[in-house]
């Protein structure tokens, strides 16, 4: 079966640090993969999706970068975080069309940026 | 462009009522409507999906969505609401093919004893 795995869990970073947060799929190939972000009261924002190695869409404009260097592997980056990038980010992937386009997700990783 | 639209970013029920939770959603083109729950400090747990076929859809956990074309819905419901049920549940849509889901704002369901 498949599964995926998402870390840290938790991290608190001062503003102006670095972030990598860490997401990777087993038991598929070639599956497209997602960032999501979900702060409080906002939904889950779209943040970035690959469909395949190298492969990044960018949905939103902000200081935060994405790479895909594996086909399981998906990473979250950031050179300087800011105050506004604190929030709960969801990893999450999906397989071939004909398993109804359904995601799964990471149990998510709280960032906290002080 | 798909949206969702979720109304009522808070719901309260008492233990063994009803639960409805409302989705309408926008799509240009025949969608993939999906619900999804979450707990305190976890990641989404798919609840259930319509695709193709019959419309009224049953989930995990007792519960059940209608995909309505007409009134271009997507509603949650649960005969009987439990205590476990309190959660955050999103709605989601995509057109079919390889485009990323959008997700509604979400629900908060509160189940009072």
């Known amino acids: 079966s498949q599964t995926i795995h998402q870390w840290p869990a938790t991290l608190v970073q001062p503003v102006g640090s670095p972030l990598s947060l860490e997401c990777t799929v087993e038991?598929?190939?070639?599956?497209?993969l997602y960032w999501y972000r979900q702060a409080a009261g906002r939904g889950l924002q779209l943040l970035f999706y690959?469909?395949?190695?190298?492969?990044i869409s960018s949905e939103v404009p902000q200081n935060l970068s994405a790479s895909r260097p594996q086909d399981r592997q998906f990473i979250l980056s950031s050179k300087k975080l800011l105050l506004s990038d604190s929030g709960f980010y969801l990893c999450?992937?999906?397989?071939?069309?004909?398993?109804?386009?359904?995601?799964?997700f990471g149990e998510g990783s709280w960032l906290t940026v002080v | 462009a798909q949206s969702v639209t979720q109304l009522g970013s808070h719901v309260s029920v008492s233990e063994g009522a009803l639960v409805l939770l409302r989705c309408n959603y926008s799509?240009?083109?025949?969608?993939?409507l999906f619900w999804y729950v979450q707990y305190p400090n976890q990641g989404l747990q798919l609840l259930l999906k319509?695709?193709?076929?019959?419309?009224l859809v049953k989930g995990i956990n007792g519960f059940e969505a209608e995909f309505k074309k007409s009134e271009t819905s997507f509603h949650l419901t649960k005969p009987s609401a439990h205590m476990s049920d309190a959660a955050e549940y999103f709605c989601?849509?995509?057109?079919?093919?390889?485009?990323?889901?959008?997700f509604g704002k979400g629900t908060r369901l509160s189940v009072i004893a």
């Open positions: 999450a992937w999906r397989g071939q069309i004909l398993s109804g386009n359904t995601i799964y």
């Open positions: 038991g598929t190939s070639n599956p497209n």
């Open positions: 690959s469909v395949g190695i190298g492969q």
């Open positions: 799509s240009s083109v025949p969608p993939y």
């Open positions: 319509y695709t193709t076929g019959a419309t």
């Open positions: 989601a849509v995509t057109p079919r093919g390889n485009t990323p889901l959008v």
